[in-house]
């Protein structure tokens, strides 16, 4: 038996998790909790950020008892229990006693508590610009070894906290929403014409993004410090911006083995960083083999996706250019096209303004690439100009 994980899912059932719950019955039982005119506040800071149109963060000021908020967490409770495993694995053989510790973004403290009580010979520090949060996060009776703090690392410039030898943040940026990357007046485009990734107003938004995360984190870091961080980040393009913010920033990116955390449908990248002087911008290849890596490679001849179709697109070699079209979705997503053959490989790019690629292979002399330079294929994901 798992007993880290029995322990922790416990931790966390004491701190008002609730595990095996869709977010759609966690919306009913918090119907139940929270009075009429607080619950239509909260759906309505729920589909304000869902749109785009509300921070994130407002939803977050919804609660009033750590039950409450993590109630709301409940939503994800199973991807909370695997982020704090996985964190605690990746950072055991960097801690030595007496270190300092710092959660970035700690909602209730549940990681914190949990780091302390494995590590009783490390100070364990909680910071999250929510102060109730904290609030509640005291209120929990955490472990002595522990402490919290209201900061916003994204705008204050100070942190208020000593700096710290080994920081972890697990979903600390709140990104601006899918709604917000798919609204045609958000300057989101990723360069689809051969242009430098790092040329494109998509990868700019991204980086400029997280830019203020990683500077306030910085300032909060000993020199040499590490830094892990789980993010939210779903495509190579992304997590480049991402990677470069941090390099600006004074954390070189470490791509040890790579690392994914992936629950239910979706994954998510583990990254490392260390507190250095400035550096200038990594090679984006050594980012994209890494970030393949983590993403594990799909088969062939089947679509692949993202990251691993990018990289298998540049590994073809000499490739010879069949056909080109573009196609806009309702959305005002574009997509473009590119038919081709390298070698004995006949391949179908599709690439949207969204950051998105599909790559499919087949044989050269295969009646599909005939088929694929005339038709808009179904089922490979962006045919239609939707993701
Ligand atoms: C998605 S929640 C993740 C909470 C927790 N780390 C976890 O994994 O369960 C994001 C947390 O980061 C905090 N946060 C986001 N931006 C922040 C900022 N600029 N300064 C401080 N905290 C921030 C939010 O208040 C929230 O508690």
Request: proline share 6%; with cysteine.
């Amino acid at each position: 038996m798992d007993t880290s994980r029995t322990s922790l899912k416990k931790l966390l059932q004491g701190l008002g998790y609730r595990f095996g719950k869709t977010p759609d019955k966690v919306d009913l039982d918090l119907a139940r909790v929270l009075d009429r005119e607080r619950f239509e506040k909260f759906v309505q800071c729920l589909r304000g950020a869902q749109h785009g149109t509300t921070p994130v963060g407002s939803i977050y000021e919804c609660f009033e008892s750590a039950e409450e908020a993590n109630l709301f967490a409940s939503r994800q409770a199973d991807l909370t229990l695997e982020t704090y495993l996985a964190i605690d694995g990746r950072i055991a053989p960097d801690l030595k006693p007496g270190m300092r510790v710092v959660d970035l973004g700690c909602w209730t403290g549940g990681l914190v508590a949990w780091l302390a009580a494995c590590h009783t010979d490390c100070s364990v520090v909680g910071v999250d610009r929510v102060a109730k949060a904290v609030e509640f996060a005291r209120a929990g009776r955490p472990p002595a070894n522990t402490s919290f703090a209201v900061w916003d690392y994204a705008a204050t410039p100070a942190p208020p906290v000593a700096p710290f030898d080994l920081l972890v943040s697990c979903f600390g940026i709140d990104f601006a929403g899918t709604a917000r990357e798919r609204d045609p007046r958000t300057p989101l485009i990723f360069a689809l014409d051969g242009r430098g990734l790092r040329e494109s107003p998509g990868y700019r938004f991204r980086r400029d993004e997280a830019a203020p995360y990683f500077v306030g984190w910085r300032r909060a870091a000993t020199a040499g410090a590490v830094l892990w961080a789980v993010l939210r980040i779903p495509s190579f393009e992304k997590c480049l911006a991402v990677v470069d913010a941090a390099q600006a920033a004074g954390w070189s990116f470490e791509p040890v083995e790579p690392a994914t955390l992936a629950v239910a449908e979706e994954s998510f990248p583990i990254l490392r960083f260390r507190a250095e002087a400035a550096s200038a911008p990594i090679d984006p290849d050594l980012v994209l083999s890494w970030w393949v890596g983590a993403a594990g490679m799909a088969g062939l001849h089947s679509p692949m996706h993202g990251d691993t179709g990018l990289l298998a697109f540049r590994s073809l070699g000499d490739k010879r250019v069949q056909h080109e079209s573009e196609r806009v979705g309702a959305d005002g997503m574009r997509v473009r096209k590119e038919v081709g053959i390298a070698g004995p490989l006949g391949y179908m790019l599709m690439r949207s303004s969204h950051g998105d690629t599909v790559l499919v292979l087949m044989p050269r002399f295969s009646a599909d690439l005939l088929r694929a330079a005339q038709e808009w294929p179904e089922g490979v994901g962006l045919a239609e100009g939707t993701r």
